[in-house]
T-cell receptor, first 111, second 113 residues
């Protein structure tokens, strides 16, 4: 079965700085990958997903992710973060008809 | 359009008590899911229902039962609560299977003492 590993549990960053949240997946023939965001005291919402096609995927709120098959990675990036991006971010992979989530990365944006 | 709603928002149970968490969606989605969220462990799937009338086990089904009452509603029951079931529970729905976006409810924070 597929799995994902989020390499950082916490990422502190200053406002307007770039950020990268790292996610590696276990290799398989077909890979479907997702990034979800959870703002404080809320449920999750979809940022972006990779199903096929272009390896650079653009999502909401200025986020993008790159699917890298050779490195089995799907890192999330934003060139300039805002205070409002403070949240927990989850990488997920589809396997056996279910979504398997990573452990989450807490992004903390400081003024 | 309320999306996915969950009741209650908070609940405290004693060990051995039972309760049912309710979930409803108004988006006419076919698939519904129950997850639990624990610190440092992400979300883990408890049960899901791919369509009305069907339910299947997820990663951590032990100690839980579910009912897909109709297309809108999907309930999660704890028959005999244990402290290990202290968690935040999320219901989600999607138009189809897991390639579709899942829409999440606001969660139920459950404490078992």
């Amino acid at each position: 079965a597929q799995s994902v590993t989020q390499l950082d549990s916490q990422v502190p960053v200053f406002e307007e700085a770039p950020v990268e949240l790292r996610c590696n997946y276990s290799s398989s023939v077909s890979v479907y990958l997702f990034w979800y965001v959870q703002y404080p005291n809320q449920g999750l919402q979809l940022l972006l997903k990779y199903l096929s096609g272009s390896t650079l995927v653009k999502g909401i709120n200025g986020f993008e992710a790159e699917f890298n098959k050779s490195q089995t990675s799907f890192h999330l990036r934003k060139p300039s973060v805002h205070i409002s991006d403070t949240a927990e971010y989850f990488c997920a992979v589809r396997t056996g008809g279910k979504l398997i989530f990573g452990q989450g990365t807490e992004l903390s944006v400081k003024p | 359009n309320a999306g996915v709603t969950q009741t209650p928002k908070f609940q405290v149970l004693k060990t051995g008590q039972s309760m049912t968490l309710q979930c409803a969606q108004d988006m006419n989605h076919n698939s519904m899911y129950w997850y639990r969220q624990d610190p440092g462990m992400g979300l883990r799937l408890i049960y899901y229902s791919a369509s009305e009338g069907t339910t299947d086990k997820g990663e951590v089904p032990n100690g839980y039962n579910v009912s897909r009452l109709n297309k809108r509603e999907f309930s999660l029951r704890l028959e005999s609560a244990a402290p290990s079931q202290t968690s935040v529970y999320f219901c989600a729905s999607s138009e189809g299977g897991t390639l579709y976006e899942q829409y999440f409810g606001p969660g139920t924070r459950l404490t078992v003492t």
